[in-house]
């Protein structure tokens, strides 16, 4: 064997250990936490070469110190692992995570926020989705195992650049099922809690998110598209947030100035 399918092979029994470990709960991945970083920085490449960034340096530190702050609360390995949080200068009101820690946040989400609790609420869903493994899950069941091998091992540029261009033209590579969503509310308005907002900002957000809907369907399509929310998901995260309390802050120093600069 040469050394290269010598690698080959090992990362394909390492993905099959990393399948078969993965049981319960109906989750399905064929790649472990430390690929999927390998293959997020790829991705990331490819996404930045597809969207705009807004590289306002005080938003950008605004952004990824309550994307930090969210992280540290969040469960191991992930909270011990390097995460990117990047702004893109669009006004659709959206946000997605790619596998790998990689979150994009879009301008028009930071202006039509109320309060930093809301954008926080968001971006707490989002990093969950990645904690909780739904992006590698649906990356698993759409791709299957030889070609998440050849991606992993930057040895499918051709591929990665079309799940790049689908992820920056609709925010994940499908839509996450409703059980995914539920999870990564769940998760996501536990970390933002302990991560000193407060959590009733989440529920507000959804409540803004669904009147959009009926307002301006074009600005919240590309959320509603792969993160299906509904009325009942609405008034869960409502009662969630009676019952964890409300000591965080709704707002902080920073976040008007982060708005003037979206
Ligand atoms: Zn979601």
Redesign the pocket.
Known sequence: MNRRSTSLALVLALLFTTACGSGGGGDFNLISIEEEWQLGAQLSQEIARQVRFNNDPTLNAYIRNMGQRIVQQGPAPFNQLPWQFHVVQDDAINAFAIPGGHVYVHTGLIKNADNAAELAGVIA?EIS?VTARHSTEQLSRQYGLSIIASLVLGQNPGQLAQIAAQIAAGGAMAR?SRE??EE?DELGIQAMAAAGYNPAGMATMFEELLEHRQGQPGRVEQFFST?PLTEDRMRRAQQRATQIGTRGVLNEPGFEDAQRRA
């Open positions: 869903h989705h996450f995914a969503e990564a993160h």
